[in-house]
T-cell receptor, first 107, second 116 residues
Framework: KNEVEQSPQNLTAQEGEFITINCSYS?????LHWLQQHPGGGIVSLFM???GKKKHGRLIATINIQEKHSSLHITASHPRDSAVYIC?????????FGTGTSLTVIP | GAVVSQHPSRVICKSGTSVKIECRSL??????MFWYRQFPKQSLMLMAT?????????EQGVEKDKFLINHASLTLSTLTVTSAHPEDSSFYIC????????????FGPGTRLTVL
């Protein structure tokens, strides 16, 4: 069993749709990261959070420590949002990565 | 936010040659840097952890003589893939951690290595 599980694995949406990607983890964490990886491979760190909610532009990340669950939301999705979104959790000693959610936004 | 750069972003080399990848923290001092490897359609896998001025700690199954890691300064770590072979072709990513909270990691953009 993976320490970090993401769902869905693949997601196709129409431009403008509201998108939610989920991440569940089984270890005690000190921080959770959401990463974005574009088709060329480059990785961008979107959020690092340990509680509550963070917002940056059209992206919103939430975390529920008690339920060991985090969500990444994209409002008014756009084709340029097409990428793989990776959830990663840190325990203070180790990092665990989800396998990613491949998002395709169709114009 | 903090910025981590990698150079080169892409490299193609012949089998048997060595390739050096640099990871730099541009606006903070990175006491610890991490090197990851990612195979196609798989998640990132930690290869090694390096602390400035000391030897890197390698994960199980990672050959330390093949993947040489140097962290000589607080802003630079290098990964050298020695005697590269086609199976070493992969995406290599570094991240850097400063003196703040344990999980304040900042990720580099990655380096695509292709060994012919």
């Amino acid at each position: 069993k993976n320490e970090v599980e993401q769902s869905p694995q693949n997601l196709t949406a129409q431009e403008g749709e509201f998108i939610t990607i989920n991440c569940s983890y089984s270890v005690g964490i000190s921080a959770l990261h959401w990463l974005q990886q574009h088709p060329g491979g480059g990785i961008v760190s979107l959020f690092m959070l340990s509680s509550g909610k963070k917002k940056h532009g059209r992206l919103i990340a939430t975390i529920n420590i008690q339920e060991k669950h985090s969500s990444l939301h994209i409002t008014a999705s756009h084709p340029r949002d097409s990428a793989v979104y990776i959830c990663a959790v840190g325990t203070g000693n180790q990092f665990y990565f989800g396998t990613g959610t491949s998002l395709t936004v169709i114009p | 936010g903090a910025v981590v750069s990698q150079h080169p972003s892409r490299v193609i080399c012949k089998s048997g040659t060595s390739v050096k990848i640099e990871c730099r923290s541009l606006d903070f001092q990175a006491t610890t840097m991490f090197w990851y490897r990612q195979f196609p359609k798989q998640s990132l896998m930690l290869m090694a952890t390096s602390n400035e001025g000391s030897k890197a700690t390698y994960e199980q199954g990672v050959e330390k003589d093949k993947f040489l890691i140097n962290h000589a300064s607080l802003t630079l770590s290098t990964l050298t893939v020695t005697s590269a072979h086609p199976e070493d072709s992969s995406f290599y990513i570094c991240s850097a951690r400063g003196g703040g909270a344990p999980d304040t990691q900042y990720f580099g953009p990655g380096t695509r290595l292709t060994v012919l």
